[in-house]
């Protein structure tokens, strides 16, 4: 493909509805067009796609597990004349099968292609190669030709979040630009961003006017946003802005975004669709089920910061909670979300099951394994080995206990039926006042001994 090239991937969270046509796979896709340069009969076009990470065979190896893809790209012409097609392999890698098979993780990549204007069709196969399951999206591509002479626009492109720049090549603009691949946007998102480009502006002007009007499914206007954008006199600038979308009816709507400098005007546009949010019966069931979390619903200050980290620890990544870690209150606030949001089982449901399960398990382990309370009167049941597995594994298919008896120590046996075929956890309680400590399990990942039963003696010494 002309000029091909596959970006490091990053991950979004998927969002409801069907945009592609797929073949066992889930695969999505959106295309943006910008200006290659002004001595140039080609548009530069970039093709995001996605798709979900927990539908792909993972396979272990020696730093946890991976996915292998064959990817297949191919660009064909307004009647079917092959232009250009380029195959690669791609992996996946994460720590655990855990990991792995969290709900609506997305892996977001690009391709990007020089084209001359015209109309062509872009498709994309994704293979897996472990489970031999395929799938496709084919789409529409319109490539526009862009000029020296007059203002104009390039494609927008929907954003789901920016981030701070790191390098990669999703940064534009100074930011790291996450793109909402499948244009879809939750009444709970709040904000909907998008990203554009101005060109062959008059360098004598230091602003530009523009407008953006949304207009329902039946062509109505729904809202219009005036703004400025500084240009300081440069030919050629940015637009990264967004619109709180959380009172917007859910349905399918047309954003118009208009540039006016001096008499030239320029004009884009793209269709965007909003889902419902949660109602507020259901927002009360979720406000109840985290009554004893208030921090799980908004980060107010530093101290909320910290305990949200802590109920966090176990199911966050390492990269998760470091970038966490860097954000201030409102950047918190709104990983938070996305954190939950990429975590959540159905979005097509106003509640997130993932989350609420997850509270649930953090407060019985506070008050099943809570063996003192931290400073601050907080209880630590979280901190144990027992809460560490229940709240990462939840609770156990059944429980064996072991009470001190003659010639051993009190141990427990947690055994999981649907996890890996079966595993087992042992707990022993070496001081004999019910604090339990996990020694061995079969599930991948966590500590073993397999001679853990001459531990269970008192005058064994314990490692």
């Known amino acids: 493909m002309s000029r091909v090239m596959i970006l490091s991937a990053v991950l979004v969270v998927l969002l409801a509805a069907e945009q592609s046509i797929s073949q066992n796979l889930f695969v999505a896709a959106d295309y943006s067009c910008y200006k290659y340069s002004d001595d140039s009969e080609l548009s530069h076009v970039e093709i995001t796609y996605s798709f979900l990470r927990n539908q792909f065979k993972f396979q272990p190896d020696s730093t946890g597990f991976h996915a292998h893809l064959e990817m297949t790209a191919v660009i064909r012409d307004s009647v079917g004349g092959l232009v250009d097609s380029n195959s690669w392999p791609a992996g996946i890698h994460v720590g655990s099968l855990i990991e792995a098979n969290i709900p609506n993780y997305l892996t977001n990549d690009i391709v990007t292609a020089q084209l001359k204007p015209g109309d062509y069709r872009f498709s994309l196969t994704v293979r897996d190669i472990y489970s031999e399951s395929i799938g496709k999206i084919d789409m529409p591509i319109s490539v526009p030709a862009f000029t020296s002479s007059r203002l104009e626009l390039s494609d927008l492109e929907f954003v789901y979040r920016f981030l701070e720049p790191d390098g990669s090549r999703f940064v534009r603009g100074n930011r790291k630009i996450i793109p909402n691949t499948r244009k879809i946007f939750s009444q709970d998102d709040t904000v909907a961003y998008i990203y554009a480009e101005s060109y062959n502006l008059d360098s004598a002007l230091q602003r530009c006017n523009l407008v953006m009007r949304i207009f329902d499914a039946g062509g109505i206007i729904y809202k219009e946003i005036p703004f400025a954008l500084d240009t300081k006199g440069n030919r050629s600038a940015v637009i990264l802005t967004g619109m709180n979308i959380s009172a917007f009816r859910p349905g399918t709507y047309t954003l118009q975004l208009a540039a006016y400098a001096g008499s030239d005007t320029a004009v884009t546009e793209k269709n965007f669709d909003i889902l419902p949010g949660k109602t507020a019966w259901e927002k009360a069931i979720e406000h109840e089920e985290l009554a004893d979390f208030p921090e799980a619903i908004v980060i107010r200050n530093e101290q909320d910061a910290r305990k949200v980290r802590e109920e966090i620890l176990y199911i966050a990544t390492r990269d998760e909670l470091k970038q966490f870690e860097s954000l201030n209150l409102e950047g918190k ?10 975590r959540d089982p159905d979005p097509a449901t106003p509640i997130n099951e993932n989350k609420i399960e997850h509270y649930r398990r953090l407060k019985y382990v506070n008050s099943a394994f809570s063996t003192f309370r931290d400073s601050g009167n907080e209880p630590n049941g979280w901190k144990t080995d027992m809460g560490r597995v229940y709240i990462v594994y939840g609770p156990p298919s059944d429980e064996e206990n072991y009470p001190s008896a003659m010639g051993e120590i009190p141990w427990k046996k947690w055994n999981y039926d649907r996890i890996e075929g079966g595993v087992f956890f042992i707990f022993i309680d070496e001081s004999g006042y019910g604090n339990y400590r996990l020694i061995h399990s079969t599930a991948k ?19």
């Open 445 to 463: 990942g966590e500590p073993k001994d397999n001679n853990w039963e001459l531990r269970l003696k008192p005058s064994t010494p314990v490692r």
């Open 333 to 342: 606030n709104n990983f938070i979300r996305s954190f939950w949001q990429r």
